[in-house]
């Protein structure tokens, strides 16, 4: 089966524009997670949707966003970029909220320069 | 915060030889991953160890977490240039699942 589908794979944008990045799971499962990836930071927990709801967020400004669909297809917005947030943006989806049981499956991420 | 600090950061061996990474936490966690990520890819999951004292094997990679569940270590048995890559531990967040990576051990195989 498909595994976790990120679009588009490679972008780059200008300080101070918004992006859009979209990330389809795995058939069947509920659950998207959002992580950014830097060499300082390592990865850090971005935020979780299931069932179309935020249920958990990370430490991130608010303007990081992201939305669910009622096909479980999620997107993550970022407004007024900053060259911070050159990263590379990953999204894994999980078959129901996401545990040590229920693992992810991780895409192969969307990386973001910004000049 | 309950960090995860791995180690080494950087390792280069040659094919064939043994190496050993680590990741250590000041803190008690309930169960650990461990996952590997090659470049332009995202990470993909090896294992999880859960009880204390816990041994699991993949084939040449020999997963081990420790007795006070502070620690954990992947030890490669004669290494291969297919095992190249970033490798991360994580741990769970919390009871909301999301996981807390360490920054991982950047792993290079030469032939």
């Known amino acids: 089966k498909a595994g976790v589908t990120q679009t588009p794979r490679y972008l780059i944008k200008t300080r101070g524009q918004q992006v859009t990045l979209s990330c389809s799971p795995i058939s069947g499962h509920r659950s998207v997670s959002w992580y950014q990836q830097t060499p300082g930071q390592g990865l850090q927990f971005l935020f979780e949707y299931f069932s179309e709801t935020q249920r958990n967020k990370g430490n991130f400004p608010g303007r990081f966003s992201g939305r669910q669909f009622s096909n479980s297809r999620s997107e993550m917005n970022v407004s007024t970029l900053e060259l911070g947030d050159s990263a590379l943006y990953l999204c894994?989806?999980?078959?129901?909220?996401?545990?040590?049981?229920?693992?992810?499956?991780f895409g192969s991420g969307t990386r973001l320069t910004v000049v | 915060t309950q960090l995860l600090e791995q180690s080494p950061q950087f390792l280069s061996i040659q094919e064939g030889e043994n190496l050993t990474v680590y990741c250590n936490s000041s803190s008690v966690f309930s169960s650990l991953q461990w996952y590997r990520q090659e470049p332009g890819e995202g990470p993909v999951l090896l294992v999880t160890?859960?009880?204390?004292?816990e041994v699991k094997k993949l084939k040449r990679l020999t997963f081990q977490f420790g007795d006070a569940r502070k620690d954990s270590s992947l030890h490669i048995t004669a290494a291969q240039t297919g095992d190249t890559g970033l490798y991360l531990c994580?741990?769970?967040?919390?009871?909301?699942?999301?996981?807390?990576f360490g920054k991982g051990t950047k792993l290079s195989v030469k032939p």
């Open positions: 894994a989806s999980s078959l129901v909220r996401p545990s040590f049981n229920y693992g992810y499956t």
């Open positions: 160890v859960v009880t204390g004292g």
């Open positions: 994580a741990r769970r967040g919390g009871s909301q699942g999301n996981l807390i």
